[in-house]
T-cell receptor, first 116, second 115 residues
């Protein structure tokens, strides 16, 4: 079974540019989560999709961040325009319907975003 | 709301020595407890979890953690570390009331194994 796949693994962009991160969950996983770790700080929740619907987007920092999950499969997280403070590692996780951290929750390897 | 405190940002320890990584949490609701590990250039991997029952939980790679409700702690221990344990370790919680709820992480503790 393929795991959670994220790409790119690294991205370096200039302030003001746009970047799109992609997450492919494990096939059949309805739940998809985005997290972010800014350097030196804790990993923070951004949002949670159930299929194509946003279940919880309370962690999204501001309206420069747009997450989508077309057709309930892969998800994209777009940052437009990127600011220096957006630098960090963006993690994606997925789980089956009705499950979560306590049972079968798989993380991807993350995308390291550097805004210069 | 929940929060997780990992008091040590870095812990150096000699190879084959024991180690304890400390974790305290705060929550107004009952939570599940987790330790995750991130090896260099890899993603997050679950080390162990406490759901219910015995307060001593055993995980992968010889790690164990003990849940202490009165002290709201969930410290991670290993009796003898190996160079391959070099990684960053994250304590985390999630709300028991919703199984698909998000995870709240601590800031992480970097474990440095000294030869």
């Amino acid at each position: 079974e393929a795991g959670v796949t994220q790409f790119p693994s690294h991205s370096v962009i200039e302030k003001g540019q746009t970047v799109t991160l992609r997450c492919d969950p494990i096939s059949g996983h309805d739940n998809l989560y985005w997290y972010r770790r800014v350097m030196g700080k804790e990993i923070k929740f951004l949002l949670h999709f159930v299929k194509e619907s946003k279940q919880d987007e309370s962690g999204m920092p501001n309206n420069r961040f747009l997450a989508e999950r077309t057709g309930g499969t892969y998800s994209t997280l777009k940052v437009q325009p990127a600011e220096l403070e957006d630098s960090g590692v963006y993690f994606c996780a997925s789980s089956q319907d009705g499950t979560g951290p306590s049972d079968g929750y798989t993380f991807g390897s993350g995308t390291r975003l550097t805004v210069v | 709301a929940q929060s997780v405190t990992q008091l040590d940002s870095q812990v150096p320890v000699f190879e084959e020595a024991p180690v304890e990584l400390r974790c305290n949490y705060s929550s107004s609701v009952s939570v599940y407890l987790f330790w995750y590990v991130q090896y260099p250039n890899q993603g997050l991997q679950l080390l162990l979890k406490y759901l219910s029952g015995s307060t001593l939980v055993k995980g992968i790679n010889g790690f164990e953690a003990e849940f202490n409700k009165s002290q709201t702690s969930f410290h991670l221990r290993k009796p003898s570390v190996h160079i391959s344990d070099t990684a960053e370790y994250f304590c985390a919680v999630s709300d028991r009331r919703r199984r698909d709820d998000k995870i709240i992480f601590g800031k992480g503790t970097r474990l440095h194994i000294l030869p």
